[in-house]
């Protein structure tokens, strides 16, 4: 089957075309500054690299010129699967979008605001221009939905984490799963236990045994954790205390 993928942030949208049996790649690329001065569209079709400079006002007009892209290739997309970041207490797996699906990202986003809107909009986009073809939403958080509950539960009050769902989710779970599975392939289905490392200007650690995530680095936010090209990683919670009332630095200042 031939499948669209699309991962989209807050500034930019990467794509790549594929055929899931084979894995053969037919075309992939990378819209980029999205709603900013100097937007562009990378696209890498069977080996040949192309750079368009265009006006890119939102995802919407990336949407469209990334299909207009791909009509010249001529393997046609049969499904399109985005890459959600925050799937929150709702996607244990990967799930087909309907209205009530698309709701629950938009609901979790706060908890990945720079992610989740863009992503939201990029499926709406998608279902709106080609209705024929169904989408699925792939959470980065999914992997680690069922991870034992002393490694996602905080010490903080139990009905403040009931009602404000209030856990760690994780992150990058699409990297760590592929890891897992491509490692045990590697070792003949031997393997046992692995750390897993997903290491970019977003990094974390996950902990697997047997294919399940036993605890990883990254909490509530995509915030914790490793030290990262924009993210400061760990921090005493404190910090955020300290600098509130020293540096009169309001909250989202910190």
């Known amino acids: 089957m031939n499948v669209l993928v699309i991962n989209a942030g807050s500034s930019s949208l990467k794509y790549q ?51 207009d892209i791909l009509e010249t290739v001529a ?26 699906t698309l709701g629950w990202v938009r609901e979790v986003a706060p908890l990945a605001p720079l992610h989740n809107y863009a992503e939201a909009d990029v499926i709406e986009i998608c279902r709106e221009m080609f209705p024929e073809l ?7 958080t999914a992997f680690h939905y069922n991870m034992p509950e002393q490694a996602w539960r905080y010490a903080i009050p139990r009905d403040i984490v009931d009602k404000y769902h209030v856990r760690k989710y994780g992150a990058h779970g ?46 509530l936010t995509p915030l914790d954790g490793l030290i990262m090209g924009t993210r400061c990683g760990t921090v005493d919670p404190a910090t955020v205390f300290y600098l509130n009332r020293e540096a009169n630095m309001s909250i989202d200042e910190i």
């Not at 594929?18 to 709603?35: D, H, P, S, W």
């Not at 499904?79 to 207490?89: K, L, S």
């Open 134 to 140: 169904g989408n699925v939403i792939v959470p980065d």
């Open 75 to 100: 393997e046609k997309p049969e499904g399109i699967g985005h890459r959600v970041v925050q799937g929150g207490w709702y996607f244990p797996e990967s799930a087909v979008v309907t209205d009530e």
């Open 174 to 219: 699409t990297s760590h799963r592929y890891i897992w599975r491509t490692v045990n392939e590697f070792m003949g289905g031997k393997t046992h236990k692995l750390v897993s490392c997903h290491l970019g200007s977003g990094a974390s650690l996950c902990a697997i045994e047997d294919g399940q995530c036993k605890d990883t680095t990254m909490g």
């Open 17 to 67: 075309l594929l055929n899931t049996e084979t894995r053969e790649v037919f075309a992939k690329g990378n819209a980029e500054r999205i709603g900013i001065e100097g937007s562009f569209i990378g696209h890498e079709e069977y080996g040949k690299k192309d750079k368009l400079e265009v006006e890119l006002p939102d995802h919407r007009t990336a949407i469209k010129h990334i299909f």
